[in-house]
């Protein structure tokens, strides 16, 4: 099969934001963190993204601000090179070519034009070595320099964030497992402190965190078993000393002093972030419940403000450690997605298992966390080895007015416990509120849930591993105070085997479930139509045809067969051996997605169950299996008119793949998506029916009756650039409010210059009347017909005309 | 940063029956008032008029009785024999009766001495009533006839021999003066229509029939006899409608609810069923001490009046809403108005800005010790005596709260022996309570772990032990008795089932449910 290159597989956001410890500016306005490929830059008071720093090539392992300029910052990243921005414009400015594959990065403001990064030891990318080196940066006009000048500072370091600057740049001290260096730059000697493993009275001496006193020479250090020490005197070999700090329970994830050197911070996986005066060590401030464990601590360079970094993909930015100021929460996607991707059918989100308990609800368009609706309702215990519950499934039904989520928690030698929950929408808080909760609605682990889509009837059916499936309804007890609630409506099973899917024919008429080899069609009625099976090899995955294709029942077996059922025949109609490790239907056409693994890669084939041919094959879409998989309906249909793009027009397929990247397929071109945006621009200039617009527009009109007519067309942009600059920029970005005020006044006012040009108008009059009129055509019959690219040059020649 | 989330008490579903508006108008009388009769109550009839008396037919006597009196008004005794069916006229003046020495009375309400006396049946007269033009008089016997009286002339007008046993019931039409139906122990139902010589209509109850009740539309009968109570549709020739089985015994009586929209039957099973007359399910319950004979409405449902075969008469009134009122004031203590409102009702003014206080949550003792993780504390909390006592589900909660912080058993330890019995108290009260079993029973076993080289030493705390341990040996047998009837249960449904290729399974309680 032809490789299509008009369909590509691109990275969809909700990438890590806490993987390195994030940076805030100097006048604490912004906050910037490491967002997989790229650089994010937030504002710090409104949570939203304003500038994305792309240009990395692979992942961004950490960043600094630059000491020399205020409004700049250094990136590192594991394509081996530094880059230079200037995030308030979102500007690259220098790129510094370094080799190798870059884990940190340090700067002092007492060491100009170096910077320190962290490489793999003898050069080789597979090492388990890291080194602390030098690396002189260039002073060069170009744009990309190559920096050859390194020198080896440290050997055998960790490759994240285990080193701190100490006072006046002096000294660095890096920590790994029992050792800790100091490496003084006046003498270009270290000297290095052992601990001892420490078990008894379960101390874990090794060490996890380092950070120094900015204004004194004093090192903290973190430990596994969450003491903190404070060493002094540590130039000289023996006379050290050190004292000990202990209030988490976990290890100290990370320690941070404030720059004036009063506080220290320091957070573990106990969500706390405290805060020990640096004076009188056994005063010590509390943050509790911020949320995941802490990984990051960063303090804005005046102090005022911090942000921990959680492991929940979160960062909380905090005002002088009493108050949460704002949250920016990323995509949750932790170790393991349980629940399947889901669709809201009224948010359009993508909802998925996050925060421990918590289902997230996450908008694809805007790559932005919507919401988080909290399942379990119960307080987390931050603590390792404790078995928490978990959501484990969710499923809405096709209006979106009830959920229905299944949290389980196991526990060592005790029976499983496992709640059964239903959410109604309410309209007026726009959000789900608990209805019914089921304590042990089977006797096993639920392996599938899904909703009946037929309009007349609200029913749920769960099948579990005990053997049984039973279906849920929504009782209406309107006759007592109580409401509708739900309660159990009937139990099936097949020969006491095991189910292992389940799935509803589109117009809720017909129930499939798998058991092992056989797959069993019932009624709504609850009566066993037929049983169908194909041996050998049990049921993965069953999956009905939708649209004119509804007659078909597809199955995927353990055994590498792709099964389709016609119903009206009961009889198999085709099957195929293929290992598809994922089977998934378009709720808007009849379109199926088969991900099949084969080799260590997956490769995509999309087909109708009634036609032969597969409209759409992608092999080795990437390595390793798809884990889950969604059709998510697009805004707005597309009107793509190749054959094989067809199937992306009415909805997107997202996918994950095994190292949890969400990965979906654009079928636009870049250049196409960039015509788009720029159409989409043009349509705003010409339309602008803001009811500012409106206003002024009337109030010029006035204004050009009384002078002439002409003066209109040249007064127009200007002013609908005023007015868009106003109301398309981001509030947060604009300058103050007193600035544009005079600034969007003078727009207002006729200036003397244009009233000239008005003059010299008049003048050449009928030329430009005429060119105008032209360009009025051309451009009518491009909107007609023409493609979008011929549109951006006429674009350009209406620009070069004026 | 988010708040502490509060221990979750579960709410588990309330047993028994559902509170619906019908239990609640039918539970809405006062206790009953108990008169004791000379015999077994057969009849009990209300007057229309005013103070709307009743007359109530037990052994040679009847009395009537004003709505809110103990003792009777008036009382009858000019009877030879049993009194049977003492019934007003619809303008409650004079009131019919027969009797066993089949003799029918007719008396004024005022008087004492019979008005007229109508002789011709040859057995006890057990049926009487007025016809709707007041002029005539019904009467069946156990002679296997019935027949109809004038009331002026004092003559018999027509006799109708249709039946084949006891006439044991029977009505008039309030529509029609000339339709009269009549129930007899020959399992038939007859309309008799006083201007045909024979009966129009035959419906079979095939069940003696004990009692008839026309609906007041009279489109609609009911019968009464053997365990059914039966609806017929007289509109389509006595068609059957529906056919209830609600009661174990013979049903005795039949009443109307004032609005007509509940039916009510009475049963010698002691009990009297209240149907919904739309869809004809039973809405309420309820229960008396004795077989019950009669039964009988007050106009507007003030009163039920129920006669039992012990001869004793029970008579409920309905609450008044003033006593209703007064029952709830009782029970909810409200501060003082001034406390409760506080600046509540204060309407902002216009150009007001508008501060908002952040509500501080309240949360309970044993959620502010969770909060700060003084475990022991907590669950000393939730072991007060009253929570104990009359909450269990709370400290069953806290257990759990514990153990899912795997620190139950910490919190467990460390007790001394006063402690350590009143945790083992709760155990033996809780323990086989199916909704607290799985997380009581960790507990114990934590505890007899943790407590096991102590044992000996305290007799309090071994004596404990033991009946816990007997209760525990009991429960197991228990449940191994309940087993095996489900399995007996599981062969019996097999054979009777047809040989089908899935076993599905009806069930609608093995999964308990509850409604936050």
């Known amino acids: ?802 | 940063m988010a708040s502490f989330k509060s221990t979750k008490i579960p709410i588990y579903p309330k047993l028994g029956e559902k509170v619906t508006p019908d239990t609640l108008y039918w539970k809405n009388y006062k206790a009953p008032v108990q008169i004791k009769e000379f015999g077994a109550v057969t009849s009990i009839d209300f007057s229309s008029l005013a103070p709307h008396n009743y007359a109530v037919t037990a052994s040679t006597r009847i009395h009537i009785y004003g709505p809110f009196s103990t003792e009777p008004v008036k009382t009858f005794t000019r009877f030879k024999d049993t009194a049977y069916s003492g019934k007003f006229r619809s303008d409650g003046q004079l009131l019919v009766a027969g009797c066993e020495d089949s003799v029918v009375r007719l008396f004024d309400v005022s008087g004492k001495v019979a008005l007229r006396v109508f002789k011709g049946h040859t057995k006890g007269v057990h049926v009487t009533d007025f016809t709707s033009d007041c002029y005539h008089i019904l009467t069946g016997s156990d002679d296997y006839t019935c027949r109809l009286w004038d009331i002026p002339n004092s003559t018999e007008l027509t006799s109708y021999k249709e039946h084949t046993d006891y006439i044991r019931c029977g009505t008039t039409s309030k529509l029609n003066r000339d339709i009269f139906i009549t129930g007899s122990y020959d399992h038939t139902l007859r309309v008799f229509d006083a201007r045909v010589e024979k009966s129009v209509m035959t419906m079979d109850h095939s069940q003696p029939v004990e009692s008839v009740l026309l609906y007041p539309s009279e489109g609609l009968l009911v019968s009464a006899g053997g365990r059914y109570v039966k609806v017929w549709d007289l509109l389509k020739g006595g068609q059957p409608l529906v056919s209830l089985k609600n009661h174990h015994k013979t049903v005795t009586c039949l009443s109307l609810s004032s609005n007509g929209q509940r039916l009510l039957s009475a049963s010698l099973d002691r009990h009297v069923k209240i149907y919904n007359t739309t869809n004809y399910k039973v809405v309420h319950n309820f229960d008396y001490a004795a077989s019950i004979l009669s039964l009988a409405l007050a106009p507007d449902d003030e009163s039920i009046v129920v006669g039992m075969t012990n001869g004793v008469l029970s008579i409920k009134h309905r609450k008044s809403p003033e006593e209703k009122r007064e029952m709830v004031g009782k029970q909810r203590m409200q501060p003082v108005y001034r406390i409760f409102v506080k600046g509540r009702n204060y309407v902002p003014k216009k150009d007001d800005f508008l501060v908002s206080k952040p509500v501080k949550s309240h949360l309970a003792k044993y959620d502010k010790q969770l909060k700060k993780f003084n475990i022991s504390k907590a669950l000393d909390t939730a072991l007060e005596s009253w929570r104990r006592n009359r909450k269990p589900e709370i400290t069953v909660a806290v257990m759990k709260e514990l153990d899912r912080r795997g620190t139950l058993k910490n919190a467990l330890a460390g007790r001394d022996e006063q402690n350590l019995s009143q945790l083992l108290n709760f155990l033996i009260g809780n323990v086989v309570d199916p909704r607290f079993t799985p997380v009581l029973v960790t507990a114990t076993e934590m505890i007899l772990d943790i407590y096991q080289a102590v044992v000996g030493q305290s007799s309090v705390v071994d004596r404990q032990l033991v009946r816990l341990q007997e209760l525990v040996e009991r429960e197991v047998d228990y449940q191994q008795d309940l087993l095996e009837v489900l399995g007996m249960l599981d062969t019996l449904f097999a054979t009777s089932l047809p040989r089908k290729e899935c076993f599905s399974v009806f069930d609608g309680t093995s999964s308990d449910f509850e409604n936050p």
């Open chain 1, 1 to 802: 099969m032809v490789a299509h290159a008009e369909i590509r597989v691109v990275h969809l956001g909700g990438s890590k934001i806490n993987f390195r410890e994030p940076v805030i500016t100097n006048d604490s306005r912004f906050l910037l963190c490491a967002s997989g490929e790229s650089v994010k830059v937030y504002s710090s008071s409104s949570e939203e993204c304003v500038h994305d720093l792309q240009g990395h090539t692979d992942l961004v392992s950490g960043i600094v601000r630059n000491p020399s300029n205020h409004l700049q910052v250094y990136s590192c990243s594991a394509d081996g090179t530094v880059r230079l921005w200037d995030f308030t414009d979102g500007i690259l400015i220098k790129t510094f070519i370094i080799g190798y594959p870059i884990y940190s990065i340090y700067v002092s403001e007492n060491h100009g034009g170096v910077v320190f990064v962290v490489v793999p030891m003898a050069n080789d990318k597979s090492s388990e070595l890291f080194q602390l080196v030098a690396v002189h940066l260039p002073l060069s006009g170009d744009q990309e320099v190559e920096a050859r000048e390194l020198s080896a500072v440290l050997c055998d370091v960790s490759p994240s964030g285990a080193a701190s600057f100490g006072r006046k740049g002096e000294y660095i001290a890096a920590v790994k497992g029992l050792q800790l260096e100091v490496f003084f730059f006046k003498n270009q000697k270290s000297h290095r402190f052992f601990l001892k493993p420490g078990n008894k009275k379960g101390a874990k001496n090794a060490f996890t965190c380092v950070s120094c006193h900015p204004k004194e020479d004093c090192i903290a250090t973190g430990h596994e078993d969450g003491k903190i020490r404070l060493w002094r005197n540590f130039n000289q070999k023996k006379e050290y000393t050190y004292s000990t700090l202990h209030w988490h329970h976990g290890a100290v994830n990370t320690l941070q002093f404030t720059p004036e050197g009063t506080n220290l911070l320091s957070g573990g996986i106990e969500s706390v972030l405290v805060q020990w005066h640096y004076t009188q060590e056994n005063q010590k401030d509390f943050l509790p419940r911020l949320g995941g464990a802490i990984t990051h601590i960063a303090v804005s360079p005046d102090g005022s403000l911090f942000c921990t970094s959680h492991s929940d993909n979160k960062i909380t930015i905090i005002q002088s450690c009493v108050k949460v100021s704002a949250i920016i929460q990323g995509l949750v996607k932790g170790e393991g997605v349980r629940t399947d991707l889901t669709i809201d059918p009224r948010s359009k989100a993508l909802v998925l298992n996050g925060k421990p308990g918590h289902l997230q609800f996450y908008s694809l368009h805007r790559d932005k966390l919507l919401y988080n609706l909290d399942i379990v309702q119960q307080e987390y215990i931050h603590e390792e080895g404790l078995d928490q519950f978990e959501v484990v499934k969710a499923a809405f039904d096709t209006r979106g007015d009830w959920l229905a989520t299944v949290e389980e928690r196991t526990q060592k030698g005790s029976e499983l416990e496992i709640n059964l929950k239903l959410w109604a929408y309410d309209e007026q808080t726009q959000s789900f509120m608990l209805n019914t909760t089921v304590t042990a609605p089977h006797e096993d682990q639920i392996i599938a849930m899904c909703f009946s889509p037929s309009p007349e009837i609200t029913m749920l059916v769960t099948i579990s591993f005990d053997g049984h499936f039973k279906a849920w309804l929504l009782a209406d007890h309107s006759d007592t105070k109580e409401g509708a609630s739900w309660s159990c409506d009937f139990v099936g099973g097949y020969h006491h085997l095991k189910p292992g899917c389940c799935c509803f024919s589109a117009d809720g008429s017909l129930l499939a479930v798998g058991f092992q080899e056989v797959v069993t069609v019932w009624s709504p009625s609850w009566e066993l139509l037929t049983t169908l099976s194909q041996p050998p090899g049990a049921i993965r995955e069953l999956c009905f045809g939708r649209l004119s294709c509804s007659k078909y029942l597809l199955g995927t077996s353990t055994k590498n067969q792709l099964c389709c059922w016609n119903l009206l025949t009961c009889s198999l109609e085709w099957s195929t051996p293929v290992d598809v490790s994922l089977l998934q239907a378009d709720p808007l056409s009849e379109n199926m997605a088969a991900f099949c693994s084969q080799s260590g890669c997956s490769d995509l084939f999309v087909f109708k169950p009634g036609e032969p041919r597969p409209l759409y094959s992608q092999k080795a879409l990437c390595t390793g299996k798809v884990q889950r998989a969604v059709f998510a309906p697009r805004d707005q249909m597309l009107e793509s008119c190749e054959e094989h793009a067809q199937w992306l027009n009415r909805s997107q397929l997202y996918f994950l793949t095994q190292h949890m990247d969400l990965m979906t397929f654009s079928t636009k071109t870049e250049e196409d998506r960039l015509l788009a945006s720029s159409k989409l621009l043009m349509v705003d200039d010409s339309v602008a029916v803001t009811p500012f617009y409106l206003l002024l527009g009337k109030h010029r009109q006035q204004q050009e009756a009384l002078t002439n007519p002409m003066a209109e067309r040249i007064q127009l942009p200007q002013g609908s650039i005023a007015i868009k600059e106003l109301l398309y920029t981001p509030a947060h970005v604009l300058p103050s409010a007193s600035f544009l005020c005079s600034m969007f006044v003078r727009s207002l006012l006729i200036s003397s210059s244009s009233a000239s040009e008005t003059k010299v108008l008049q003048h050449t009059l009928p030329f430009k009347s005429l060119g105008s009129l032209r360009n009025v055509l051309v451009f009518h019959e491009m909107s007609c017909k023409m493609n979008r690219k011929y549109s951006q040059d006429v674009d350009k020649v209406i620009n070069n005309d004026f």
